[in-house]
């Protein structure tokens, strides 16, 4: 952790430690300090076999209802753009992706599947998506800002949504609310996840004071 950090629970000034979406390059330090008795908690993020308490969302099932939606709809050409697969949320969403296709027998075409939104957008790569002659009829866009880009691009090459184009995201932000069209997406309960993680370590730091008296 940075040095102001260090001082921090060093001199007790900081008796809890909050960490939103962390990077996976973050892991072994939340881990280690964890271990070290500093009380941490994870809200947006987790991964297979932490140790540390984490709060999520489910992207397992909040991915599964984006793709019966599409499915739903009579779509059978899906495509999807995904986030930094450096996170374990959004390779939760893709393998659901590639595991609803194969449920249904559906083919996957490599240049349906987009990833890596973050740290650049690969806005060349959806377009040639788009524009193919075989191009999706849907899009599953794990993520809000891949999801409005996407509408974008395809405004853009004279695509309508959703007569032309059926795009579901993940996330809703306030935003989302005013985007055009209205965009069909998946909820997490952030408000309820950071409450929960408050909740989480508050409880920790407050145990860890009794035990230290």
Same mark, same amino acid.
Not at 42 to 51: D, M, T
Not at 60 to 85: C, D, F, K, N, P
């Given at each position: =952790?940075?040095?102001?950090? #260090?001082?921090?629970?060093?001199?007790?000034?900081?008796?809890?430690?909050?960490?939103?979406?962390?990077?996976?390059?973050?892991?072994? @330090?939340?881990?280690?300090?964890?271990?070290?008795?500093?009380? =941490?908690v994870?809200?947006?993020?987790?991964? @297979?076999?932490?140790?540390?308490? =984490?709060?999520d969302?489910?992207?397992?099932?909040?991915?599964?209802?984006?793709?019966?939606?599409?499915?739903?709809?009579?779509?059978?050409?899906?495509?999807?753009?995904?986030?930094?697969?450096?996170?374990?949320?959004?390779?939760?969403?893709? *393998?659901?992706?590639?595991?609803?296709?194969?449920?249904?027998?559906?083919?996957?075409?490599?240049?349906?599947?987009?990833?890596?939104?973050? &740290?650049?957008?690969p806005?060349? $790569?959806?377009?040639?998506?788009?524009?193919?002659?075989? *191009? &999706?009829?849907?899009?599953? #866009?794990?993520?809000? +800002?891949?999801?409005?880009?996407?509408?974008?691009?395809?405004?853009?090459?004279?695509?309508?949504?959703?007569?032309?184009?059926?795009?579901v995201?993940f996330?809703?932000?306030?935003? $989302?609310?005013? +985007?055009? &069209?209205?965009l069909?997406?998946?909820?997490?309960?952030?408000?309820e996840?950071?409450?929960?993680?408050? @909740?989480?370590?508050?409880?920790?730091?407050?145990?860890?004071? @009794?035990?230290?008296?």
């Open positions: =952790c940075n040095a102001q950090v #260090a001082d921090g629970l060093a001199h007790r000034r900081i008796r809890g430690l909050l960490f939103i979406a962390p990077h996976e390059t973050r892991w072994p @330090e939340i881990e280690r300090l964890h271990a070290q008795g500093t009380p =941490c994870v809200v947006g993020g987790s991964w @297979e076999g932490a140790r540390v308490p =984490c709060v969302s489910d992207n397992v099932g909040g991915a599964t209802a984006a793709m019966q939606h599409l499915l739903a709809l009579g779509h059978r050409r899906i495509g999807t753009i995904q986030g930094a697969l450096s996170q374990p949320n959004h390779r939760d969403r893709l *393998r659901v992706y590639h595991q609803m296709m194969a449920r249904h027998n559906l083919p996957v075409r490599p240049d349906w599947v987009v990833d890596g939104w973050f &740290p650049r957008e806005v060349d $790569a959806v377009r040639r998506m788009l524009t193919s002659p075989d *191009r &999706p009829t849907a899009v599953f #866009a794990a993520g809000y +800002f891949p999801a409005i880009s996407t509408i974008q691009i395809a405004k853009e090459i004279g695509l309508r949504v959703p007569e032309d184009l059926s795009v995201g996330d809703d932000p306030s935003s $989302a609310a005013y +985007f055009d &069209p209205p069909t997406t998946v909820r997490q309960p952030l408000e996840m950071g409450q929960v993680a408050m @909740e989480m370590l508050i409880a920790l730091a407050s145990m860890q004071s @009794e035990n230290s008296r």
